[in-house]
C-alpha cells in the first residue's frame, strides 16, 4: 500500500527511541523526562476512592467543574490573573493534547509561527499539520537567552502566533522581566498571538519568579496557556493538562478538543481538585528540584563533562566537547550502550539538527539513581 505521509520528516519521538534503547542495554534512563519516585500516597488514596464511589464515565467536555475552579484559584493565588473557570479553562488529556489544540484552533494555511529553538518536538508536527509555517529563531548558545532582535527580525504580518515555553526544555532557561518587557513592545502592534507551555511553572530555581503569560493583562488578552499536573504531582503517566484563554480563544480550543478527546480521565480529575488543596506540594516543588539539581551537579563535579545553566525545569545540559566530538546522537547512543546513561541530545530539537556537544540530563530521580549514574559519568 502507498501511503502519501502528511509529516514525511517526522520519525518516532526522540522520547519513546531513547527509552527504548535505554531498556534495551538495561541502562539509567535519564533521558524522557519523567520522575522514578512514587506519587503522593493521599493522592493514589484519592483517585481510588473516586473510582470505588462510581465517578467512572465521561467528564464533562470541559474538566470536572470542581477541578476548573480550583485551577482558577491557583491561577489567582499565584499569578493574580482571573480565568472563568465555565468559558476560559479546559482541562486537557495532558499538555500534548493541549498544545495540538490550541495550534489547531488558531492556525489557518500560510499563517507563519513563530517557533524558539531547541523547540519541544510537538510544536512543528502541528503546525505543519494545520497549513501553517514555522519561523525559526534560535536561543543564543551557550547562555540560551532569546535575542528578541532576532525575534523582532522574524515577526511579519503572517505572523499569527508565537510559541513560548518558560522553564524551557531542553536548555533550563527562564525568562526574566527583562524578556517579558521586551516581548511586550515586540508584540504591541501586531494581532500576533501567544501560546505558553508552561508546564514546568512550579519547578524554578536559585529564587528566579515564573513570568507566566497570566500575570500580564496586556499578554494574557492574547495568550493560551498551557500546564500540566504531570508535572508538578510527579505523574506524568496520567496525562491530565489544562489550557487557560480568553472566552473567545477557549471556545475555539473546545471545538478542536471535544473531537481530539472529547473529555479526560474523570476520578484523577475529581483527586487533583482535592489533592490541590496542599499548596505546599506545588509550593515546595522548586526547592525540592533545586536540591536534586545541586546533588547531581555536586556528584559530576569531578566528571569531565561541563556543566551549563539550569533556572528551572528538571533537566540538566552538559557539555561534552572535551570528551568527544561525535554528533550529540551519536554520542547519547554510545553512552547509553557501553556506559549504562541514557540522555537525550538536544539537536533533535531543531529543524537544522544544530549540534553544540551538549546532552540533556533528567535529574527528576532518587538520588540513588543519581549516584549511580554520576559514578558512571565520572568514570568517562
Ligand atoms: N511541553 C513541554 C515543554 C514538556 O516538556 C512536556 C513534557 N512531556 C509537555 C509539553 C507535555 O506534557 P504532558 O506530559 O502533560 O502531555
Ligand atoms: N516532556 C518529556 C521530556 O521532555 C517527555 C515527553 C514525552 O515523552 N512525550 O522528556
Redesign the pocket.
Known sequence: MKIESKLPDVGT?I?TVMSSLSNDHNALNLS???PDFDVHPDLLSLVNKYMLAGNNQYAPMQGVPALREKIADKVFEQYNARYDPASEITVTSGA?EALFAAISAVIQQGDEVIVLEPA?DSYVPAIVLNGGIPVYVQYRFPEYRIDWDDVKTALSPKTKLIILNSPH??TGSVFSSEDIKALKGLLEHTDALILSDEVYEHIIFDGLRHESMSRYPELANRSLVISSFGKTYHTTGWKIGYCLAPAPLSKEFQKIHQFLTFSTNTPIQYAYADFMQHKDVYLKLSAFYQQKRDTFLALIKQSRFKTMPCSGTYFQMLDYSEISSQSDIKFSRQLTIEHGVAS?PPSVFYHRRDDHKVLRF?FAKKDETLKKAAEKLCKI
Open positions: 519521538t522520547f524522557q523526562g519523567f500534548t519541544f526544555n531542553p537525550i533528567c
